[in-house]
């Protein structure tokens, strides 16, 4: 059985950029619903008890067909919710290690890193999440996917995602979804994503 976790800081610890009501529903409603879903999709599977989530989402196509999409949607969903409030701190700055460096020699800059994500986070159309990869390569990716589709399930290792459904933001922000991307460069952990790049990458 799958548990929702707990957040490292206060509902309202991330406003104003995230502000404290949306962070409530966002975890108790919204991720909680993921995992009753992925809970449920998998109790007339007791072979599959013992996969862990990433393995449920890296080996998708040995997940028995008749559960397969509520695991892609519902799996996905738990996983990625949990990457997102452990991405993210009310104590952000910035952190000048491997990751930056492989940044500014992968986009060229911080600036134009930053630009390409939002970018790509503006212009998903509908429900999804724009997201920081790395691929089997070592490389880096900025892409993003439908839904609550995760990169696990095409190989990649996700360093940042950010949740761009309008229940991640529409209370404070409405349709001004560029105003949320843009806020939420300030509330990036960056120790974390830094951290977990090098465990990453060995
Ligand atoms: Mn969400």
Redesign the pocket.
Known sequence: MFILPKLDYAYDALAPYIDSHTMEI?LNK??QAYIDNLNKALQGHPELVSWSLEKLLIDIDLVPQDIRIAIQNHGGGHYN?TLFWKIMTPKSKIVHGKLEQKIVQWFGSRELFVQSFENVAKTRFGSGWAWLVVDKQGELKIYSTANQDTPLMVGDMPLLGL?V?E??YYLNYQNRRPDYIVAWWNVVNWEFVEERYCQLIG
């Open positions: 966002h919204h991720h919710h949740d459904w229940h991640a």
